[in-house]
């Protein structure tokens, strides 16, 4: 099991299941609502996925259509992501998890997108929009 926490504490959950492939997201919403050069983003079953504390501080935002990005009112952490085009899977953000990852990133995607002062160093594939086999 996992566990992981917002950057106030507020909010925490447990993941029942060893999360999958870990992808890095260079789009533009998530670099926004990460402040960052990308998105470390992993897609876990909604049913494996429990919020256990401070669910009601839990705020939402649209960034595209159907899509809604949950994060701490409080604190403003990015929790998850879900999509009404892909129900039963939400996308945490792993760099909320307190607990340790044996798994590393596998890819980047939405690389069409990166910003022009990110440089990648690494020799992961890169996918311009989502990776194929996307759940
Ligand atoms: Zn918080
Ligand atoms: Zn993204």
């Not at 998890?97 to 990648?120: C, G, L, N, S």
């Amino acid at each position: 099991m996992h566990r992981g926490s917002c950057l106030c504490g507020g909010v925490r959950y447990e993941l029942d299941a060893a999360p999958g492939r870990i992808g890095l997201c260079h789009c533009r919403s998530c670099r926004k609502s990460n402040g960052s050069a990308y998105a470390a983003n992993v897609a876990v079953a909604e049913q494996d996925f429990h919020i256990v504390a401070g669910a009601e501080l839990l705020k939402e935002f649209e960034s595209s259509p159907g899509k809604q990005r949950v994060f701490c009112g409080t604190c403003g952490a990015p929790v998850y992501s879900r999509n009404e085009k892909r129900r039963g899977i939400v996308r945490l953000r792993i760099g909320l998890f307190d607990t340790p990852i044996q798994r590393r990133p596998e890819f980047h995607f939405m690389v069409a997108d990166k910003a022009e002062w990110d440089e990648i160093c690494d020799n992961l594939p890169q996918y311009p929009g989502f990776e194929p086999g996307r759940r």
